[in-house]
């Protein structure tokens, strides 16, 4: 296969291939696929047997029944292990005899869509450290009969290619639904890419769709314009003038020539787009109002992805307002873009965070500037499930949003001299940095924000934080971003730590912290910010030792709206504490305070002192990280209790490490709920139970139950000759089992 016309429009590559068909199935003319077994085998229904005149890998059929032994998801798309679908697995691609290492999976050959378009809709699943991604690609054929050219090797197939979605990284095997609007004015293809990753080659890992299905017209609630305004409709009342269809600017000075899919591809003959007419009788600050129909309200956010053409002098401005359908007048402004686009007539991708807890509309709100110099085009609106990054990056007035592809859209990265090593970085793939998340209509280099582990000039436990200062947190929101967290030293299991924190003029507060987590690609994550007014939100990374490897922050988003901590792993509750740097809210005490200031619990550091040999449990690390009791020949007791902020009526699974600093049977270790009125002991280890070793951390763990008017807690410790260390000290209420440990502990001391 050869290519046989290239072009590059704002580094997108979009090209035709020349292929041979080899071996090629007979044509239908439907390709809607549930991939349900007919006897003992799934169909195919009617896709391409194989894709040898692509020159990449083939797809397979398979079901859940096989996977463990070919490969593929477990179930299919409706939770059946005997249901079929369509996948292909990383050892295909790389092993395939064709030239390009990935698969396709490809519709058999349709007639043009109309001016309405179709609607694609399908299920998908992706695991592995083997696959990088997937794409849906639009094959628009160029051959004059493509049906005889895919029967007869000796005609060359010629196609344009235009990507309709892409995928990165891994579901996790859970299956996700997609949904894309598309048209085509020849005869098309639709073919899901699958694609290797290289740097994972011993990895296994798959692709799998299921359920695929085309409908005449747009997907619901989108538009291309290439028939009319679809369900969206012009404001009657509350605007000044209407939004017009077009297919190209008739001034030289504003408007497109084409509409998006022509600058996406300049060879596709071009279809519709929305626009205002900013001539006379328009005047300076008139608007038209596009309003969408009645959407309802969202479970979880969804992304609102439109091309926007603002080229002219006299540019207005374009606005995206959300309102709710029971509250009109709650008009809540969520995108916004003023002035002329940089540079010519540019079609630029946009996109917002859409998150509703009611029904509303959504309203395309576009202003003029200047008469007969303002016009503002708007094609291919379409939706897509889960939170994205404004773009661009300053299309709106609240904080946070950011893909960090062009700069940091207000995050703060600390100075480091020259001199001393940056820890904290925005950086692009290389040959050391693995690619980041965002997945961009334009063939750029991706950026992110690193904390760089192996900067050896910085200590065990050593934090630097990515700010965001004085952001308004009116009401609650949600801060979701992707992680990224590995070491290339495969056996070291203590990394490092991140957190996400609050700061503000009453203190600090951890909201989310994920400790020495090892991925090989992003991983989704969020946190409910409290509203709190004005304040700053940071990233906080906590280095372990020095090691090669990395913690990621990519396409930060913020909305309005509480939402679950993800992943589950990552929740702080009011006492959880690792001790890296200080107590966390605990706060330690004894006997007799002021004979005896110094026989509390401390906190173990670099400066102040730590216990022999013992490293921290949190990143195994010297130099302290802990809390301890040490005392040699006096009779102590202190108690070292917790904030007390816990929860009431909650039931709670308490673990935490201890180590045993010398064998004294006289020595105990207790954990206490302090009650109103009463104390309850609820565990307790003593001093000759505990086989004292250099270096040695025990598990404890134990249920704390549910108290109406709640309770505090607090560990007390008892020593004569020896002393106790405590580390890693987490509540959660999400376990369904909390096993008493050690074995060797007394529930009821």
């Not at 003992?40 to 096989?66: H, I, M, P, Q, R």
């Not at 592809?405 to 925005?426: H, K």
Request: net charge negative; glycine share 8%.
């Amino acid at each position: 296969m050869c290519d046989i016309n290239t072009k590059f429009k704002r580094k997108i590559m979009f090209f035709v291939l020349v292929a041979f068909a080899f071996g090629a199935t007979p044509v239908y003319t439907q390709a809607d696929c549930s991939f349900n077994a007919t006897g003992s085998l799934a169909s195919e229904c009617s896709l391409l047997e194989d894709s040898d005149a692509f020159a990449v890998a083939s797809w397979k059929v398979g079901t859940g029944t096989e996977s463990y032994w070919v490969g593929g998801p477990p179930v299919d798309n409706g939770n059946d292990p005997a249901g079929g679908y369509g996948f292909t697995t990383a050892h295909a691609m790389l092993n395939t005899a064709q030239p390009h290492k990935k698969a396709w999976l490809v519709t058999q050959p349709s007639t043009q869509t109309g001016p309405q378009g179709k609607c694609l809709e399908f299920a998908y699943a992706t695991y592995g450290l083997g696959i990088e991604e997937l794409q849906v690609i639009l094959l628009t054929y160029l051959t004059e009969d493509v049906n005889d050219a895919l029967q007869n090797a000796s005609i060359p197939v010629t196609f344009r290619r235009t990507n309709l979605m892409k995928h990165k990284g891994s579901t996790q095997g859970q299956w996700e639904q997609a949904r894309v609007t598309f048209s085509a004015k020849g005869d098309f293809s639709v073919a899901f890419e699958a694609v290797p990753n290289p740097r994972y080659a011993r990895y296994t890992g798959y692709v799998a769709v299921d359920d695929i299905t085309f409908k005449d017209g747009p997907c619901q609630n989108e538009c291309i314009f290439d028939l009319n305004f679809c369900e969206l409709t012009n404001e009657p009342n509350n605007d000044d003038f209407d939004w017009s269809l077009g297919r190209g600017s008739g001034k030289t000075n504003t408007g497109p020539t084409r509409d998006q899919s022509f600058y996406i591809t300049n060879s596709v003959t071009s279809g519709g787009y929305a626009f205002i007419d900013s001539r006379y009788p328009r005047t300076g600050g008139e608007i038209a109002q596009l309003v969408s129909p009645a959407l309802d309200a969202t479970d979880s956010p969804m992304c609102l992805k439109f091309w926007v053409n603002m080229y002219g002098t006299g540019i207005g401005a374009l606005r995206v307002l959300h309102v709710p359908t029971a509250s009109a007048d709650n008009i809540r402004e969520l995108w916004r873009q003023e002035g002329s686009s940089l540079g010519p007539d540019y079609w630029y991708p946009c996109q917002v965070t859409v998150s509703s807890a009611e029904s509303f509309n959504l309203i395309f709100e576009a202003s003029v500037g200047s008469q007969g110099a303002g016009d503002i085009a708007l094609d291919t609106i379409t939706y897509s499930p889960g939170a994205c990054p404004r773009q661009p990056s300053l299309s709106s007035r609240s904080w946070g949003d950011c893909n960090f592809m062009e700069n940091t859209c207000g995050w703060q990265i600390p100075y480091f001299p020259d001199e001393v090593c940056s820890m904290l970085a925005r950086v692009s793939e290389s040959v050391e940095n693995p690619p980041g998340h965002t997945e961009s209509d334009f063939d750029s280099r991706d950026s992110y924000i690193q904390f760089d582990l192996n900067c050896y000039q910085q200590q065990p436990r050593h934090s630097v934080s990515l700010t965001f200062e004085n952001a308004n947190i009116a009401s609650e929101m949600c801060l979701s971003f992707w992680v990224f967290m590995y070491a290339r030293v495969q056996s070291v299991s203590k990394i490092g730590a991140l957190s996400v924190v609050l700061i503000t003029a009453s203190g600090n507060e951890t909201l989310w912290r994920l400790e020495n987590e090892q991925h090989a690609n992003w991983m989704y994550a969020q946190v409910t910010i409290p509203a709190v007014g004005i304040g700053t939100v940071a990233f906080q990374g906590t280095k372990a030792s020095s090691l090669i490897g990395m913690i990621g922050i990519d396409d930060i988003t913020v909305f309005n709206s509480a939402c679950a901590v993800l992943p589950e792993q990552a929740r702080v509750e009011a006492a959880d504490c690792s001790f890296d740097q200080d107590l966390c809210g605990w706060t330690a005490q004894n006997e007799n305070p002021a004979s005896r200031p110094s026989e509390i619990w401390r906190l173990a550091t670099r400066d102040a002192g730590s216990v022999g040999s013992l490293i921290d449990h949190t990143f195994g690390a010297d130099g302290g990280g802990y809390v301890y009791l040490d005392v040699f020949n006096t009779d102590v007791v202190s108690w070292l209790r917790s904030p007390n902020n816990l929860e009431r009526n909650a039931t709670y699974c308490l673990s935490f490490y201890f180590a045993a600093l010398f064998p004294d049977a006289r020595d105990e270790l207790t954990v206490v709920k302090d009650l109103v009125g009463t104390q309850e002991r609820v565990w307790q280890v003593r001093g000759d139970s505990v086989m004292f070793e250099d270096n040695e951390w025990y598990k404890g763990q134990v249920e704390l139950e549910a108290v109406e008017d709640g309770f505090t807690l607090y560990f007390e410790g008892r020593v004569s000759r020896g002393g106790w260390a405590l580390d890693d000290v987490k509540l959660s209420k999400t376990r369904t089992s909390c096993k008493m440990a050690p074995d060797f502990a007394d529930q009821t001391p």
